[in-house]
Antibody, heavy 116, light 106 residues
Framework: EVQLVQSGAEAKKPGESLKISCKGS????????IGWVRQMPGKGLEWMGI????????RYSPSFQGQVTISADKSFSTAYLQWSSLKASDTAMYYC?????????WGQGTLVTVSS | EIVLTQSPGTLSLSPGERATLSCRAS???????LGWYQQKPGQAPRLLIY???TRATGTPDRFSGSGSGTDFTLTISRLEPEDFAVYYC???????FGQGTKVEIK
């Protein structure tokens, strides 16, 4: 069974760093792209970027380029999304999803709350 | 950058009625890369349709997708209580999502 399991909710202060994770199982992790999607409170879905764990080829949405870093460790079948300096506007639910053409399997989401 | 515009923003219908959701692209999109997702409150999105018209595994046949070029449609033939949710189209070649259409109970 294909599963993407994300790390738990985080509460951080502005300026802090953060790395959240997405662990894949039940399929060949290195053979499918993993994307990250932001959903701000009460808002729609925003595509942030994508990584191919097989060779770490990474693409970013222009809106998120330079704001976040996407990485993967194929030894642990895990993809990551990280911030070096969080802002209050980063408060959102973040989803990872496997790309098999369309995004066919999704993680449960990680809620990130940034508040002083 | 391709922009996807969904309409209407909200659709108020009764169970048993037909729902027609639109997704319009700012430039021509390959049908191969157009998908539809359903999201219920507190849940992750779920893939319904890919390739503009192919139902994903587990998608009931009351859901159908159509369209080409810049105009795509998701149709729910007869709304069931579990279909009231938000629906998003996506051009998954670039990743862009539409802003969503909420289907609510009238």
């Amino acid at each position: 069974e294909v599963q993407l399991v994300q790390s738990g909710a985080e509460a951080k202060k502005p300026g802090e760093s953060l790395k959240i994770s997405c662990k894949g199982s039940g399929y060949s992790f290195t053979s499918y792209w993993i994307g990250w999607v932001r959903q701000m409170p009460g808002k729609g879905l925003e595509w942030m970027g994508i990584i191919y764990p097989g060779d770490s080829d990474t693409r970013y949405s222009p809106s998120f380029q330079g704001q976040v870093t996407i990485s993967a460790d194929k030894s642990f079948s895990t993809a990551y999304l990280q911030w070096s300096s969080l802002k209050a506007s980063d408060t959102a639910m973040y989803y990872c999803a496997r790309k098999s053409g369309a995004y066919d399997y999704w993680g449960q989401g990680t809620l990130v709350t940034v508040s002083s | 950058e391709i922009v996807l515009t969904q309409s209407p923003g909200t659709l108020s219908l009764s169970p048993g009625e037909r729902a027609t959701l639109s997704c319009r692209a700012s430039q021509s999109v390959s049908s191969s890369y157009l998908g539809w997702y359903q999201q219920k409150p507190g849940q992750a999105p779920r893939l319904l349709i890919y390739g503009a018209s192919t139902r994903a595994t587990g998608t009931p046949d009351r859901f159908s997708g159509s369209g080409s070029g810049t105009d795509f449609t998701l149709t729910i033939s007869r709304l069931e209580p579990e279909d009231f949710a938000v629906y998003y189209c996506q051009q998954y070649g670039t990743g862009t999502f539409g802003q969503g259409t909420k289907v609510e109970i009238k």
